[in-house]
């Protein structure tokens, strides 16, 4: 599949509607929608990847930024090299001291903060004694209850900040996950909470990588409407923003 997005728009939202909408094949009310759920924002998703290419230069011909994604380029967050027990170097983040894989930091050229929310849902039986008033009647108060088992089902949502670090070369983007790292590669600048300590992370490859952009607007979790939601859904703005972010950087 195919993913067009709108990077930037140049305008007012209300100017691009009408004759965009058309060339996308969709609706002016429809465009909004997307439009105002924020940037970037994807106005179309097709298998066609000439229809895919011509959406692109719509956008572009109308004076706005596009950006076109294949999914099938895209690395879900859970196949990312995740930084567990990892080390800034002087030159490189090392993922994990115990099998030392080695992101160059003149390699990142995209940094971006996210949210993932996700649900956990389990379910338990429950033992219980239950009152019968009857049968301590009949008995004499000999049996005043009976056990009863039964289930409950819990669910929970959990929230878990990320930090995609996304690389120039192409090779699959590399991610830190808020609760994820041990990060006594911090050394000194260790701190007493993981929320404390990710922080502390992001602003040391800041500055170790000051050539990379760095984008939070995925801090509110979105969908893309119709393809995904999620943390796939996040992927993929990621993906996109970063795409964008770095193609940028190098007109």
Known sequence: MFLVAI???????????????????????????????????VVLATVDGARAGAASAAVARHGHIPVLLDRRSVVASADMTELV??????????????????????????????????????TEQVKERKLRPVMAVA??????SKKTTREVTRTEEQREQVLYLFRRSGAPPWILRERGALY????????????????????????????????????????????????????????????????????
């Open 7 to 41: 990077a930037e728009l140049r305008g007012d939202i209300g100017g691009a509607l009408k004759e965009l909408s058309a060339e996308l094949g969709t609706t002016p009310y429809d465009l909004r929608l997307v439009l105002n759920a924020g940037f970037p924002a």
């Open 85 to 122: 027990r990892f080390k800034l170097t002087k030159s490189s983040v090392v993922a994990d001291e115990r099998a030392p894989a080695e992101l160059p930091f003149a390699d990142i050229g995209a940094l971006v903060r996210a949210l993932h929310r996700g649900t956990t849902t389990t």
């Open 139 to 144: 008995t004499g108060g000999l049996v005043m």
């Open 184 to 251: 006594t590669g911090l050394g000194s600048d260790l701190g007493p909470t993981a929320f404390e300590n990710f922080q502390t992370t992001i602003r040391k490859l800041r500055e170790l990588a000051p050539g990379a952009a760095y984008d939070e607007r995925l801090m509110t979790a979105r969908s893309v409407r119709g393809v995904a939601d999620g943390s796939d859904a996040t992927d993929l703005l990621a993906y996109l923003i970063a795409t964008h972010a770095m193609r940028a950087d190098t007109a």
